[in-house]
């Protein structure tokens, strides 16, 4: 039987966070990682503009729990 996408995204988080919106990963090739989907700080500005709307800074994303779910 397949996931669905809700079970996926619930199983993703639980692996990379625990679930936690505000973790924060290590140091890894001088980037490391924030929030519920662990997405890696170069990142999150580009992705936040297209995916959210705005562009968010590393910080902003990891307060903001409806961009790190958009």
Do not use: C
């Not at 079970?7 to 890894?28: D, P």
């Amino acid at each position: 039987m397949a996931m669905s996408f809700d079970a996926f995204l619930w199983a993703l988080t639980q692996q990379e966070s625990g679930g936690n919106y505000r973790a924060v990963g290590v140091w890894v090739g001088g980037d490391r990682a924030y929030g519920r989907y662990q997405v890696m700080g170069a990142n999150i500005p580009s992705w936040t503009a297209k995916h959210y709307g705005r562009r968010l800074t590393p910080q902003q994303f990891l307060t903001n729990n409806a961009a790190q779910d958009a």
